[in-house]
């Protein structure tokens, strides 16, 4: 099947300011051609800049937005079960998965999470869905989850099944069991309280509270659990002043780019309001953080002290 050539998606690219990944969408979605024919420049600048401003309006009217009402044709492949089924079954079929945009999408989590959201708003416009439909990004997580767990069962010296049995804690309770919980209970509060009035045939998507939760988890989890690793040792557990400093401030990054990642994944349906009140945790936090350093409490000793408990 014919296409654009690597070459004029670069130059697209550059005269649009836009990250490949997003240029690379962009063109996925331009109609096929024929065998014999490939996309001129010209054809591919007008037809790119189109896709690039499939941005969904505030409408509520808008059927491409929510969960408005399909056709019965589209139901049935637009219920919950047959998107569970669907991304289950990807979950065992790596070539299918697209791993270097899901590691474009772990890049910006840091640098410019709105980017990430920016392509759940394009996976609206194409397959009438909010949440990822490709489990890459999970698969990804997961390696991450699994290789930083180790790493703090070696700077804590635990022996082998130790380590083994601090890994299943980290993979089945803390991300699976209260990442379900914490999706969970963030997808019946904003349906419950943050759907507008005049958008009470809009949902927010259960898959899609669990993606948020996953984009808020992993800035969280390369900076407790991956670069905290290296100042545990010979900075954080020395019992003094600089130790609980550095280690606390590192809690304050973690924790804040969760609450600020939540918020941003919230905030960019067009069908919700009062998003702000998500920021709120940051009140507190921020207060708990200086109590920590008064009282001279350190949250990276506690967590270290919990985890050598575990695996007793």
């Known amino acids: 099947m014919g296409g654009p050539c690597k070459s004029v998606i670069m130059k697209v690219q550059k005269a649009t300011g836009q990250p490949f990944p997003e240029v690379q969408w962009a063109v996925l979605q331009l109609p096929n051609q024929p065998q014999n024919q490939i996309y001129s420049e010209s054809c591919l600048f007008s037809g790119i800049g189109a896709k690039m401003k499939m941005l969904p309006s505030t409408s509520v009217n808008s059927p491409a937005q929510g969960n408005g009402v399909l056709s019965s044709r589209d139901a049935a492949r637009h219920t ?12 065992f079929r790596f070539r299918q998965m697209d791993f270097e945009f899901a590691a474009w999408q772990m890049l910006y989590l840091f640098t410019s999470p709105q980017r990430v959201y920016r392509n759940f708003h394009y996976r609206k416009q194409t397959k009438d869905q909010w949440a990822r439909d490709d489990p890459a ?9 699994c290789v930083s767990t180790i790493g703090f069962g070696f700077v804590l010296d635990m022996g082998f099944f130790e380590t083994i049995k601090l890994l299943l804690w980290v993979v089945f309770i803390d991300c699976v069991g209260v990442g379900l919980l914490i999706s969970t209970l963030m997808w019946f509060i904003s349906n419950k309280y943050l759907v507008k009035r005049q958008s009470r045939d809009y949902d927010v998507e259960w898959g899609y509270a669990f993606d948020v939760h ?3 988890f992993y800035p969280l989890l390369v900076i407790l659990h991956f670069i905290q690793l290296f100042f545990i040792n010979h900075v954080i557990l020395t019992d003094t002043f600089i130790g609980y400093l550095v280690g606390n ?11 600020y990642v939540t918020f941003l994944g919230y905030s960019a349906l067009p069908f919700l309001k009062n998003t ?11 207060l708990l953080y200086g109590l920590s350093l008064a ?7 506690t967590l270290c002290s919990f985890y050598k408990y575990r695996v007793k």
């Open 295 to 301: 009282l001279g409490w350190n949250f990276t000793h």
């Open 80 to 91: 919950a079960g047959a998107k569970r089924y669907k991304y289950l079954r990807r979950l």
């Open 276 to 286: 702000v009140i998500l920021l709120y945790p940051f009140a507190p936090l921020i």
């Open 249 to 259: 401030t590192l809690w304050l990054v973690a924790v804040g780019y969760y609450i």
């Open 137 to 145: 990004f999970l698969v990804l997580l997961s390696i991450w989850l």
């Open 214 to 216: 996953l984009n808020a």
